[in-house]
C-alpha cells in the first residue's frame, strides 16, 4: 500500500512539473506558504519550435514531388506515405463516393500482390496499411519498424502507384459502402447530419454524405476508381514523406528512384468557394418512432486559410467548443436540463464549410431547445467573450495544441497539414504567440461577422407530428420523410 501512496504522488508530482503547476525545488507562483498553489495562476507555457533544429528536411524531385522527411531516432519504428492535396471535394455529385471507393479498393491488391497476398505481406512484417480519403486530400500510408524500411517502402510505391483496382474486388467494396450507407440511413445522428448539409448546400458535393449516395455509389466500378486514381495520383502537388528512424538522404536516394519518373496531369483545379447558405430554411425529417429528437442548426462558415481563423476559434471555443465550460453546455445542458450533449463547429476546408451546433432532446422539447440555442448565437454577438473568457480560451487552444503534437507522427501530419493547404511552413512554431496576441476586439468583430442565427438552417429528426407545431415560430417547416 505504502509503495502504491509513494508512486501515485510521484505520479502527481511528475504531472505538476510537467505542465507548470509547480515546481520540486520551490513555491508556485501565487504559492506565498510553499505549497503546490493549485489556485494559484499557472506559469506561462514556454514556447519553442515544434521541430528541434536538424529534424526537419525538406527536398523536391524535377516532376514537381514535394519531400518531408522529419527524423526521430529514439525508437525503432518509421511510418511513410504519399499525400495528393485534393480529395472528396473534386467529385462531381453524380460520382460522390468515388474517393473512399478507390482508397478502400486500393488497399485489395498492388503490384504482383492480390488482395490477400498483400494483406499476409504487411501482417508478416507486423505492419499497417492504410489508404484515405478526406475532403481535400487523400492518400496512403505504412508504418512499421524501422528494420523493415525497404519491404515498407516497396509496399507504399505499389499501392500509391500500381494498384490493381480490379473488377472482382470493385463489386466487393461496391456492396460494403452501399452497406455502410443503409445501415448509417438507420442512425437518426447520420440522418441529421445528411439533411442538414443536404439542406446547406443542395445539389453541391458538399451537400451529399462523404461515402456518397446509394444512387451514385451503385454506379461505381473499377473503371471509375482508375479513372479517379489517374486523376488524383499525380506528382505536382503531391507530398512524400517520412517519419521516424530513418536516414533523410537515404529516403531521399530511394524516392528518386522510385518516383523520379512518375508523370502524370496537371494538379486538379481546386473546388470553387462555396456560397452563402442564405435563407432560413426548416426541415423535419419524419420518424415517427423517436422518442429522441435529433436537432442540428447551421449556415455557412469559413475556409482553412481565412484570414480571421484564429479569432472564430477563439469566440467558438467559447461559444460550444470546449465541453462542459462552453457557453451552450452551461446553459442548455447545466442550467435548462435539455440534452446531455451540445457543440458547436467550424468545419474548414479549402474552400470553405459549415458552421454547425448538434444536439438531441426530448421530443416535447424541442421548442425549448431551439430558444436556448438560438438564444445563446445571438449572445455571442451581443455579449462577446470577455477578458476572462478570452484568457481562459486562449489557455484551452494552447494547451490543446501542445497535446495534438505529443508524438512525432502527430508532428509529422501536422506538418502535412500544412502542406496541403499551402499555410505558412512556420505556422506550428508561431501558433501560440499568434493565439495570444488575439484581442477582444478582433474576437467580438469575428463573432459579429460569422455566427448569423437568424438565417441558420434549422434540422430536426423525429415525429413531424409532434414537432412541427413547436418549429413553426422560426418559419415555414418543410417535413421530408426518411
Not at 140 to 158: I, W
Not at 180 to 206: C, H, K, N, S
Not at 262 to 287: E, F
Not at 361 to 380: D, F, K, P
Request: one cysteine or more.
Amino acid at each position: 500500500m505504502r509503495r502504491a501512496l509513494d508512486a501515485k504522488r510521484a505520479a502527481i508530482l511528475a504531472l505538476a512539473f510537467a505542465f507548470g503547476c509547480a515546481s520540486p525545488g520551490g513555491p508556485s507562483a501565487g504559492d506565498a506558504d510553499g505549497g503546490f498553489g493549485w489556485e494559484g495562476p499557472l506559469a506561462p507555457a514556454r514556447d519553442m519550435p515544434v521541430v528541434a533544429q536538424g529534424q526537419l528536411h525538406r527536398f523536391e524531385l524535377a516532376n514537381g514531388l514535394r519531400i518531408l522527411v522529419l527524423e526521430d531516432h529514439r525508437l525503432p519504428a518509421i511510418g511513410m506515405g504519399l499525400t495528393l492535396p485534393r480529395g472528396i471535394a473534386v467529385e462531381a455529385p453524380g460520382e460522390a463516393g468515388v474517393a473512399s471507393f478507390t482508397a478502400e479498393l486500393m488497399q485489395r491488391g498492388a503490384g504482383d500482390l492480390d488482395a490477400f497476398e498483400l494483406a499476409d505481406a504487411v501482417d508478416s512484417l507486423g505492419a499497417s496499411l492504410s489508404v484515405s480519403a478526406g475532403w481535400d486530400s487523400m492518400g496512403a500510408r505504412v508504418g512499421g519498424l524501422a528494420r523493415d524500411r525497404e519491404a515498407l517502402f516497396e509496399v507504399l510505391v505499389d499501392v500509391a502507384l500500381r494498384p490493381q483496382l480490379t473488377p472482382a474486388e470493385a463489386a466487393r467494396v461496391r456492396a460494403i459502402q452501399l452497406s455502410g450507407i443503409a445501415q448509417a440511413g438507420d442512425d437518426p445522428g447520420a440522418v441529421v447530419a445528411w439533411t442538414a448539409f443536404e439542406t446547406l448546400y443542395p445539389g453541391l458535393r458538399l451537400g451529399l454524405p462523404r461515402s456518397g449516395t446509394v444512387e451514385s455509389v451503385t454506379s461505381l466500378d473499377a473503371a471509375a476508381a482508375k479513372a479517379f486514381h489517374q486523376r488524383i495520383f499525380t506528382p505536382d502537388g503531391a507530398i512524400l514523406w517520412a517519419v521516424g528512424d530513418l536516414s533523410a538522404e537515404a529516403f531521399r536516394q530511394e524516392a528518386e528512384a522510385a518516383f523520379g519518373s512518375w508523370s502524370g496531369p496537371a494538379l486538379t483545379a481546386p473546388a470553387a468557394p462555396l456560397p452563402d447558405t442564405g435563407a432560413r430554411r426548416i426541415v423535419v425529417v419524419d420518424w415517427p418512432e423517436l422518442g429522441q429528437a435529433q436537432v442540428a442548426l447551421g449556415h455557412e462558415g469559413i475556409a482553412r486559410t481565412h484570414p480571421e481563423r484564429l479569432e472564430v476559434q477563439l469566440f467558438n471555443t467559447v461559444l460550444g467548443n470546449a465541453g462542459f465550460s462552453a457557453r451552450l453546455m452551461a446553459r442548455v445542458r447545466a442550467e435548462e436540463g435539455l440534452t446531455y450533449g451540445i457543440s458547436s463547429q467550424f468545419a474548414q476546408r479549402r474552400a470553405g464549410g459549415p458552421f454547425v451546433v448538434i444536439t438531441f432532446t426530448e421530443v416535447a422539447r424541442v421548442g425549448e431547445l431551439l430558444a436556448s440555442t438560438i438564444g445563446e448565437l445571438e449572445r455571442i454577438r451581443t455579449q462577446p467573450p470577455s477578458e476572462a473568457e478570452l484568457t481562459w480560451a486562449k489557455s484551452l487552444r494552447t494547451g490543446r495544441f501542445a497535446l495534438a503534437l505529443e508524438t512525432t507522427s502527430a508532428v509529422g501530419a501536422s506538418l502535412i497539414d500544412l502542406e496541403v493547404y499551402d499555410l505558412p511552413r512556420d505556422s506550428l512554431d508561431t501558433y501560440r504567440g499568434r493565439i495570444r496576441a488575439v484581442g477582444s476586439d478582433a474576437v467580438a468583430a469575428a463573432a459579429q461577422e460569422y455566427i448569423h442565427p437568424e438565417r441558420a438552417t434549422i434540422v430536426v429528426v423525429g415525429p413531424a407530428e409532434a414537432l412541427v407545431p413547436q418549429l413553426e415560430p422560426y418559419g415555414t417547416v418543410e417535413v421530408r420523410s426518411r
